[in-house]
């Protein structure tokens, strides 16, 4: 008789259960146990991991023969959800935590009716999280889409002249506008948007055979003349798994949109994949600026609507001149020689405004919303006379308003400058009220390859005292990797001023490069350094050499992929670059890592801000290893986590800047007297 005991935390199991419902734990299969006739008793193969037959699965969508620690991340994050916790994991390479959390998401979510929102920061990640998905649909029935926004999926949008620079709000109105038409049955209407509703059957048959990735789903769609993103809504409430970018969380109005669509509220399990890049996207959300050129085209527009009064007597050109003087006064006063940027009073340009003409703070909003509405007619005139942009006094109006709301204790206010002129910017520090829908949910999963020190991640959320933590190591062979670094060189801007320091930087990067014979990257902190120490090196290194090209994504991608089919070239990139972070190298693509320097942030009036910010509240010395040291380790080993992506996968890397000493136990790195010799000997040992 099958035992009625959880075998890990002895709990009663009701016969029949495929977990325990206490710990989450998999009810093993027991002697005697019968087998369906109909249920697969087959192996298929995917990316080098076996599909198990369904009756042989250690989880109920766990697809593959676990790796060590795979059970274990699945059932931490089958025990968190069960008690509404969040769960902050930092899961090494070869966990395989794209499955191992769609698995223990998926069997919560399916027991407790919920729907899985899955958050990617690219659409490569997001394809391998359909790949995934596809492979689990094997052993069990489960649905998924990969959803982008309106500008890369309308095909209707990509026919207009310039649609790239097209404001969202004005894509919008324009869509809402042809489906409009399509409905009343009039002219101008959209043909994509026509045929969604009768294509529907035929896309969920599709997309529940295929699985396809954004791309294919959109060539898929266009193919049938849908518009694909219409599609995509049309078909998102049927489905167990929702992939999508950051901002559909983050953005409010895209939220609203996106749960009123999968009619879910907030009845969902969210998976945040790469979630040390999370913060940092919840506060580009809120940051923003005015720009001088953005009160010239207001200023334009206003003329041409005779000046509209929008308080008062106040017109809108007497406002913006002022505003306009007051930029000008405050670069004048705070931008020295060498700078760009400079803090101002939070309250400094609304203070003098109202003093100006005589307003209250609600008079200033008031114009402040005058000025929107003017600009929301005059939008829509525009949209009529088949001019596709948003009114320059509704975008000057939103920021204005946005600028005067902003709260002191989450932004930051400078004054700045640039090729295009000077401006007003508002950095957010803290994205509570940005990441305040994820923090309300009864329990969510955030991952990453590189999330240390955990702690830090959870408090700049400001996720729950319930929140558990968990570090799942690689599961390959620590004989595989290895890293050194040598103390005889510096990226340390003082010392990078020395004479001689270039050069010696630049020999060890040709000794490196002629001496081991693999495919090897070399990581520098910017630009601006490998600019400098390329004519030192270019000639020496008797390797192919390909070279990351700022500004040229196309002509850099095309090297990486000529260097990827070499075995003995080198490339070139920087540390802040989607090379060192979004790409991987298995196999001989890429065994040898150089890194040129410590990647700290540069100082800048926002880092320092928020290094004031965690100093005050966490204590003195935290903002420095929130803000500069933590970035700079996570960098490296991002880095050299592009060598080691399967288990047979043997790589080196050796940094070059003596002050890695102080992180060795991070990266796992050794002080080497002979990095030439030492490199030469890890590879001829493999």
Known sequence: MPSLFCMRCKSLTPPGADRCRVC????????????????????????????????????PFFPYEPRESQMDIVNDIGVALGASQHIVMESGTGTGKTICALAGALHHARTNGKKV???????SQSDHVMR?????????????????????SCPLLRTMMGYEDIMPHVLSRLCEEKKAK?????????????????????????????????????????????????????????????VAPYVHILSEDIRTNLLAHMKCDDNVVLIVDEAHNLISAARDQGNFSIRMKDLDKAMEEAAALKDPVIHGTLRAGELIGFLRALIKGAANEKITLGTKEALIAHDRIESKIKAKFSMTDNELLTATDRMISIGELRTEYLLDQGTHELSELFKLGVLLKDWVSSDEGQFIKMIRADADGEMLSASCMDPKDITMFIRSLKGAVHMSGTLQPLEQYARTMGLPMSTATRIYPTPFPPENRSVVYVNDVTTKFEDLKREGMHERIAKHIVSLCNAVNKNTLVFFLSYGLMAKIRPMIEDSIEKRLYWEESG???????????FKKGRNGVFFTVMSGSIAEGIDFPGDEASFAIVVGIPYPPPTVESKAMSDMFDKR??????????????????????????IRTETDRGMAVILDSRASRYTKQLDAKLSADAVGDSLRFFRNG
């Not at 027991?30 to 037959?53: D, M, N, P, S, Y």
């Not at 596809?134 to 890369?152: F, L, M, W």
């Not at 040229?552 to 000529?562: D, F, G, P």
């Not at 929130?626 to 880095?639: D, F, G, M, T």
Request: hydrophobic content about 30%; charged content about 30%; some cysteine.
């Open 552 to 562: 040229h994504q196309k002509r850099t991608m095309a090297s990486l992929e000529q």
């Open 618 to 643: 966490y204590g003195t010395g935290i903002g420095w290893i929130y803000v500069s040291e933590v970035p700079a380790v996570r960098k490296i080993k991002q880095a050299i986590g592009r060598l």
């Open 117 to 123: 929102i899955y958050l990617t920061r690219t659409i």
């Open 132 to 152: 995934e998905l596809r492979n689990i649909s094997e052993v069990r029935e489960v649905s998924g889409i990969a959803i982008t926004g309106r500008k890369r």
């Open 182 to 242: 399509s409905v009343q049955g009039g002219n101008g209407g959209c043909r994509f948007y026509d045929r969604v509703k009768s294509s529907v059957p035929r896309l969920e048959a599709y997309c529940r055979e295929n699985f396809p990735t954004s791309d294919e789903l959109d060539e898929y769609c266009e193919s049938l003349d849908v518009c694909p993103y219409e599609a995509r809504k049309s078909l998102i409430q049927g489905v167990d798994v929702v």
């Open 24 to 59: 989450g734990a998999p009810v093993g299969d027991v002697e005697g146990k019968q087998h369906c006739l109909t249920e697969r008793t087959f192996e298929l193969k995917a990316e080098g991991k076996t599909i198990v037959a369904r009756n042989k699965l250690s989880a």
